[in-house]
């Protein structure tokens, strides 16, 4: 399922909070269990039992009141016993009052008229909109505790799970009502038949009574709340982009298939996937190693989701490496921009011919404020387009150091694994760029994802005074350069951290219009970056430029 705007926002949260981090810093998040509802059970359970007291409080009256006339009268009638009504006048009347209770609370119009139904109706509501405040209420203090923001409490999905469970709890209750019926009349009858006295009558009826409101009760209740839990859980995980949760129990005595609980036999068996990697599209599968690849579950394991087997009490647990990771990928992708000036040229060898240089002419301001157009020239524009066709090709970030006679110095692809591509400079490397002329030097590499300068890069501007500029080209066809030229060079550190202050500001400012979807999450951070170079640029004297590779 796509995630919704406010999953957007989250990202775009957790982009600028760690992107401020140092690697070590970047822990993977905690894994925080959501609790099983067993408050919203109980007072469930309660609920159903209050609504079905008023019948058997009417049984037993009427019981009470007419039992001696009702045994004695119509014993001696020879009537044909049928299970679905009572023989006599006053069975007729018990039978005919009991439906007629059903009729006036559970009906099949109120089924279809939800919102303007009885009190049953209503009250199923609200215990659903309890259960979704409890579910939220869990749910947010995961997030909270894993990743340290807290999601919009953006519920679409809501409206259409709550009616779904309404429903299905209506005719639950219904067909509870009309099992109790049956019961009566049946014990009745044998009442009847055997002769037995209004005192047995009444005790019979009382054990059904005592049976309904306790054992049915109580499993209706447990089973229909998981259910809820469940589905809720679900629907608010893949609203928020997770696939994939972690299967835990309620790690007591009653689990399914404990061994040193109370049904260590039992089978299907919940105990066996307590702590397992599972994903919300597939309930017959799990994985090991973190979801790269999924295992058929064990022929005793339960084949669906937690809470969704009668009774169960088990819950989904948020896997919020999910979604950390995506962030912390794409952060690792830019952080690995800018890498050593060692190893062959897998592009074009090491050095290049000095083609006739085209003049550069004259930046042309552009439509937007504070950005020259991007005149790329002809030895640059060569060695941009052999990094986009390398970086296209392997997936990788690929480097060019280069004199501006068209000597490339050295060239260099990531290596990392997962799109890890952040290299190291070497200390011969090092050495070598500090020993060459101020502002003698460029730095060209790829972005796949299009953005511009991150704060790594333009740190290496203040490190290695020999750089007079530095370009990238987006997989997306966008060319930037940041030019010192006669501008200043502060500390690298200070760089990155002002890097880092601004754009985690830049992309606050930006999170109405992901919100207002006028731009996705990838346009936003572009922006962004663009608006953090730019502030850069104008506090050191630098030159910002950016095009089109196509012009």
């Known amino acids: 399922m796509a995630s919704n705007n406010s999953v957007e926002t989250i990202k775009l949260m957790l982009y600028w909070q760690r992107k401020a981090l140092k690697p070590s810093q970047r822990k993977s998040p905690r894994i925080v269990s959501m609790s099983y509802p067993l408050a919203v059970e109980k007072k469930y359970a309660l609920m159903l039992r209050t609504w079905m007291k008023p019948l058997m409080d009417f049984t037993t009256d009427f019981i009470r009141q007419n039992g001696e006339d009702l045994i004695r009268g119509d014993a001696a009638m020879e009537l044909v016993i049928r299970c679905d009504a009572l023989p006599g006048d006053l069975f007729t009347r ?18 279809q008229t939800p919102g303007f139904g009885p009190t049953i109706w209503m ?48 005719t639950l209750f219904e067909k509870m009502g009309k099992e109790y019926v049956t019961q009566i009349n049946n014990v009745t009858e044998q009442a009847v038949v055997n002769g037995w006295s209004v005192r047995q009558l009444v005790e019979e009826i009382s054990k059904i009574d005592t049976t309904m409101k306790k054992s049915r009760v109580n499993l209706i209740a447990r089973d229909q709340i998981g259910k809820l839990n469940s589905m809720a859980t679900q629907d608010r995980m893949q609203h928020a982009g997770l696939n994939m949760y972690i299967w835990e129990t309620a790690h007591d005595e009653r689990v399914r298939g404990n061994p040193g609980g109370k049904y260590p036999n039992a089978r299907p068996s919940h105990h066996l996937m307590d702590g397992l990697l599972c994903r919300w599209d597939d309930p017959t599968v799990y994985s090991e190693d973190g979801g790269k690849t999924w295992i058929p579950r064990d022929a005793d394991a339960p084949l669906a989701h937690p809470g969704m087997e009668i009774q169960c009490r088990c819950i ?14 794409k952060i690792a992708k830019e952080e690995g921009k800018i890498s050593g000036i060692s190893g062959e040229d897998e592009l074009s060898g090491q050095k290049k011919p000095a083609s006739e240089p085209i003049p550069e002419k004259p930046a042309a301001r552009s439509t937007k404020t504070g950005i020259k157009k991007d005149i790329i020239p002809a030895g640059i524009l060569l060695v941009l387009n052999e990094i986009l066709t390398a970086g296209q090709k392997n997936g990788k970030e690929n480097m060019k150091v280069m004199t501006s006679d068209g000597t490339v110095l050295a060239f260099q692809s990531g290596e990392g694994a997962d799109g890890n591509h952040r290299i190291q400079l070497t200390d011969k490397n090092m050495s070598v760029l500090k020993s060459l002329p101020d502002n003698t030097v460029s730095i060209s590499h790829n972005h796949s994802t299009g953005e511009g300068f991150s704060g790594e890069d333009l740190a290496l501007l203040c490190d290695f005074h020999s750089l007079k500029e530095i370009r990238v080209i987006g997989h997306n066809g966008m060319t930037y350069a940041m030019i010192v030229g006669e501008g200043q060079r502060p500390e690298a550190k200070t760089v990155k951290a002002l890097h880092a202050k601004l754009l985690g500001e830049k992309v606050f400012e930006n999170m109405g219009k992901i919100e207002r979807g006028d731009i996705t999450l990838e346009e936003a951070l572009i922006l962004a970056v663009r608006e953090v170079n730019m502030a850069i640029a104008e506090k050191y004297g630098w030159t910002y430029k950016e095009g089109k590779l196509d012009g």
């Open 94 to 111: 018990l039978v005919d009052s009991l439906n007629g209770w059903m009729d006036t609370y559970v009906t099949e119009e109120a089924r």
């Open 316 to 329: 989904a647990t948020a896997y919020w490496e999910e979604l950390m990771g995506e962030v912390d990928l």
């Open 123 to 170: 009250g199923l509501g609200q215990a659903a909109d309890d259960l979704n405040e409890a579910n939220y209420t869990q749910w947010k203090k995961s997030s909270k505790s894993a990743m340290g923001v807290e999601f919009p409490k953006d519920e679409e999905w809501w409206p259409k799970t709550k009616q779904d469970w309404q429903k299905q709890n209506y």
